[in-house]
T-cell receptor
Framework: GENVEQHPSTLSVQEGDSAVIKCTYS??????FPWYKQELGKGPQLIID?????GEKKDQRIAVTLNKTAKHFSLHITETQPEDSAVYFC????????????FGTGTSLTVIP | NAGVTQTPKFQVLKTGQSMTLQCAQD?????MYWYRQDPGMGLRLIYY???????DKGEVPNGYNVSRLNKREFSLRLESAAPSQTSVYFC??????????????FGSGTRLTVV
């Protein structure tokens, strides 16, 4: 099955700096890559996603890039704010698995005011 | 619009006890999922239901059963709880079975402790 690796496991940045989280996947059949933000005591919430026919997608301060050849994708957060502090999960969904998602192990992001 | 509602939010069980975790969604989604979240392990799929009337095993189905009661509701049952099932359980739903859709909508989770 699909294997998703996520790095780093923890990340601390100063407010206003950028944060980058990287994920790799193993299954070339994966064609959908969502990113989730999980705040303490809450369920994960979709923040951005990208499909395999697109190399980059941006939504305000958040962007995701995808390199299909290398099988890796990254989340970029610019101008970080304290409210960006949370755990972020990447996921990959192979096209032949009934919309199953395989998640990375998460990155705990702390934005220091 | 409630989204995905899970009950209970917290539960403590003794080893060997049984319980059912309830999940309901009001978004007319076709597919529903049960995940467990453990420290350092991310989210792992237990069971899913691609559409009403169907259920399939995920990565970690042992010790669990599910029922897709109707389009809205998808329950997860632990027949004989074990300490290894101590975890946070999330229910999720999405509109498109078989194809990547809009991503999952998650519930707020059930924190289960088995002693």
């Amino acid at each position: 099955g699909e294997n998703v690796e996520q790095h780093p496991s923890t990340l601390s940045v100063q407010e206003g700096d950028s944060a980058v989280i990287k994920c790799t996947y193993s299954d070339s059949a994966s064609n959908y890559f969502p990113w989730y933000k999980q705040e303490l005591g809450k369920g994960p919430q979709l923040i951005i996603d990208i499909r395999s026919n697109v190399g980059e997608k941006k939504d305000q301060r958040i962007a995701v890039t995808l390199n299909k050849t290398a099988k890796h994708f990254s989340l970029h957060i610019t101008e970080t704010q304290p409210e960006d502090s949370a755990v972020y999960f990447c996921a990959a969904s192979p096209s032949n698995t009934g919309n199953q998602f395989y998640f990375g192990t998460g990155t705990s992001l702390t934005v220091i005011p | 619009n409630a989204g995905v509602t899970q009950t209970p939010k917290f539960q403590v069980l003794k080893t060997g006890q049984s319980m059912t975790l309830q999940c309901a969604q009001d978004m007319n989604h076709n597919s529903m999922y049960w995940y467990r979240q453990d420290p350092g392990m991310g989210l792992r799929l237990i069971y899913y239901s691609a559409s009403e009337g169907t259920t399939d095993k995920g990565e970690v189905p042992n010790g669990y059963n599910v029922s897709r009661l109707n389009k809205r509701e998808f329950s997860l049952r632990l027949e004989s709880a074990a300490p290894s099932q101590t975890s946070v359980y999330f229910c999720a739903s999405t509109i498109s079975p078989g194809q990547p859709g809009d991503g999952y909508t998650f519930g707020s989770g059930t924190r289960l402790t088995v002693v």
